[in-house]
């Protein structure tokens, strides 16, 4: 049985990239829930996980620091498609289990509320990743549509990528 773990959520900031960095390199490496490259550097990957505003990045921390998990949020689109937001998430493998993804989830949830957002979209949840995709479908997330062998997964071969949907039903009409 895991221990229970207080998961404290907050803004991700420059200066937590090199605890972020390692969640992010371990998943990436795995290669079966993104399709980034297995090479990607710590600045690329950065580049590509600490969103700038309108978005936000945050980090699911311990009490004692420790990053367990981080998630990046913001506009799915932008101009007119601003009004419906995405996310991406990832949790260390040492966390898992614990509650990190859901927090995470339930966090990314209630910003896109607060900000007016209308819906949610995933746009490439891998088929395969059954935690996530049962995580989401918790949270109300639906699939709305399975693009075929649209991700190379190490192990299970060509599998379809989900698009996942919230509605949030708050309305935001621009920007």
Do not use: C
């Amino acid at each position: 049985m895991l221990a229970a773990v207080t998961i404290h959520i907050r803004t991700a900031t420059a200066q937590d990239w090199p605890q972020i960095w390692p969640v992010v390199a371990e998943v990436v490496r795995a290669g079966e829930t993104y399709a980034y490259p297995l090479d990607l550097t710590s600045e690329q990957a950065r580049q590509l996980w600490l969103e700038a505003p309108p978005g936000e990045s945050v980090v699911a921390t311990d009490d004692d620091g420790s990053v367990l998990g981080t998630a990046k949020m913001g506009p799915n689109r932008p101009g007119h498609g601003d009004h419906v937001g995405t996310a991406s998430f990832m949790v260390a493998s040492s966390a898992r289990g614990l509650g990190v993804g859901r927090a995470l989830g339930e966090h990314v949830v209630a910003w896109h509320r607060e900000r007016g957002f209308h819906a949610i979209q995933f746009n490439a949840v891998v088929e395969t990743n059954a935690a996530a995709v049962a995580l989401w479908r918790s949270l109300g997330f639906e699939v709305v549509g399975t693009v075929p062998e649209a991700f190379r997964h190490p192990t299970h071969g060509l599998v379809g990528l989900h698009v996942m949907h919230l509605p949030l039903r708050t309305g935001r009409a621009q920007g």
